[in-house]
DNA sequence: TGTTATCTACCTACCAGTAGGAAGGTTGGG
DNA sequence: CCCAACCTTCCTACTGGTAGGTAGATAACA
């Protein structure tokens, strides 16, 4: 039994994907209330503005990631396989087109004018993606399985921008396999 | 005696700033005619429909870009000082937040939702741009100045996902220097 | 009986785009 | 040289449609 999904975790599916695909300002109430057979008040009724909504979904989208990238840390066994794995699951998705691209790198780009609320949240993602990111690549370090030319942090923040920066070239050149290539040589290349 | 511009090429220099803030969808014409002094309906006069306008703003950007990369390669020394101009320049883009994001990249994000002749714009300033980055580094690796782990198109798409990653960062951390960092480390690999 | 979820109907503000005219300069013919 | 046709630019005024958001009734459910 699957799609026993609520009314308003549906509403944040629908928005997540309109969102992935055209921003803040490429949705509205009406595209969702389209989307899922429900008139625009019913959606008002769940989340009474567009702000709150988008803030109630990168909350969501935030919490689903730690999650899963905690568990990852948890329970796999190597620094390479787990960061492996985040790469994986991005390559799975950008193939299968299901969320070709990061919420909230989406949002990013958009920062200068989401209401505040909205923008702290994309910048929590961030923060926790890259500490993340950080704390893999020192256990791996420490591990000798990765070769840092530079701080743990500083690597940490080279992969996210060579992360988002394949989201926006495999959208852009229309070619999912981009992505590929760059995650695994930027793999190739910590392992060296 | 600067500022003598053309009223359509004022309107185009707001629109790309309107962009670089809030994407596609980000502004509206009312939002030029408030900026420049102007009504609406003159600025219909100059592109009667909002595709037309951005996509004359694209190809005006292009043709800049192409313009300055090619001044680089035809007048700088060394491929490692015409790479590094192109990062340096930026890296001064975005410290004085002046155009703290590349348009075609911005745009990128939204292709799913532009408008067909808008998006193939976008999409051939980046296959030029991976052209004159992938002529660099084997420009570069053929004088022995560049150490290359794989073939030189593969860099190149790596090096602007890196930078585009970069910008993105830099906004969401809303550290300029973040992109300093990232653009200099990315220098330093390809140059040990 | 509340409470929650949905509905119809509506509001105001804004969107991209159009119609038609006024001002000013440019051009060409007598 | 003058006048008239023309062109470009900008204007006021408007259109149909959509944006986010609200009020209040109805239905389902606890």
Redesign the interface.
Same mark, same amino acid.
Do not use: D, P, W
């Given at each position: 039994m699957k799609s026993m999904a609520s009314t308003s975790e549906k509403i944040l599916d629908i928005a997540q994907s309109l969102i992935v $695909? /055209? /921003?803040?300002? /490429?949705f509205s109430y009406a595209d969702i209330s389209a989307a899922i057979g429900i008139r625009k008040a019913s959606i008002h009724h769940h989340f009474p503005t567009k702000a709150e909504l988008v803030s109630a979904l990168v909350d969501r989208y935030r919490q689903q990631a730690e999650a899963g990238l905690n568990y990852l840390r948890a329970r796999v066994a190597s620094p390479a396989e787990q960061l492996q794995s985040y790469l994986n699951y991005w390559d799975t998705c950008i193939r299968d087109a299901s969320q070709p691209?990061c919420v909230?790198?989406?949002l990013?780009?958009?920062?200068?004018?989401l209401p505040d609320e909205v923008a702290s949240r994309?910048?929590a993602h961030?923060?926790s993606l890259a500490a993340w990111l950080t704390s893999v690549l020192s256990a791996g370090a420490e591990q000798g399985l990765f070769w840092l030319?530079?701080r743990p942090e500083?690597e940490a923040?080279?992969l996210?921008?060579?992360?988002?920066? $394949?989201m926006?070239?495999a959208? $852009?050149?229309?070619d999912p396999a981009?992505f590929t290539?760059?995650a695994t040589?930027?793999i190739?290349?910590l392992t060296?």
């Open positions: $695909a /055209g /921003g803040y300002n /490429g691209f909230c790198a989406m990013a780009g958009e920062m200068q004018m994309v910048r961030f923060h030319n530079k500083e923040h080279m996210m921008a060579s992360v988002h920066g $394949a926006l070239s959208r $852009a050149f229309g981009l290539t760059i040589t930027q190739a290349k060296r």
